[in-house]
């Protein structure tokens, strides 16, 4: 198999783990059940959820400290959703072994204004160091709001301090959404 697209297929999956942690994040937050935080957000796009989550820091309990890291976190989230949107609703052009692009070429509805018979489509290339990268901040994210919720003081140690994001969105892929 590929390994672009086994890299792809570990990418989706962590992305996913870090939704069901973003709604646990929820559920501290506000103190709702699991059962009422899926409700709440099935149907919801991770944007607003991400959105909502951030609105509910703010008026949290946490210190300034705590609040500015998930502030963080949740903006590294955001971005990485981007790339997932990308790689999952469009379609995927293999470029070599180590490179795909995403397009939405056949599915755009985005028009020219001043010529309608011409589609604005965007093309996002994406490699493996990029999705590796992206990969590795989802675990440092996962791992982040698990200690929060169940051993804060883990939060404390230099790996938690000084993390660096590793995945920087392709310019193409920061378009105002």
């Keep these: 198999m590929n390994p672009m697209m086994s890299l792809i297929g570990k990418f989706v999956t962590s992305f996913g783990v870090a939704e069901a942690y973003?709604?646990?994040?929820l559920q501290g937050l506000t103190g709702m059940s699991e059962v009422s935080a899926r409700i709440i957000c099935s149907g919801m796009r991770n944007t607003d959820i991400i959105k909502a989550t951030k609105d509910l820091i703010t008026v949290s309990e946490m210190t300034e400290a705590q609040k500015?890291?998930?502030q963080n976190i949740l903006t590294q989230l955001s971005k990485i959703s981007i790339m997932r949107n990308n790689l999952v609703h469009r379609h995927i052009f293999v470029s070599s072994e180590t490179k795909v692009i995403a397009s939405n070429t056949f599915t755009s509805k985005r028009y020219d204004p001043n010529d309608v018979s011409k589609i604005i489509a965007e093309e996002v290339p994406y490699?493996?160091?990029?999705?590796?990268a992206a990969c590795n901040d989802l675990?440092?994210?996962v791992n982040y709001i698990l200690f929060w919720k169940f051993a804060p003081a883990n939060l404390d140690t230099n790996y938690y301090q000084s993390y660096t994001w590793q995945y920087n969105p392709p310019e193409s892929a920061n378009r105002d959404r």
């Design 139 to 141: 675990l440092f994210i």
């Design 22 to 25: 973003l709604n646990m994040l």
């Design 68 to 70: 500015n890291k998930f």
């Design 127 to 132: 490699d493996i160091p990029t999705i590796e």
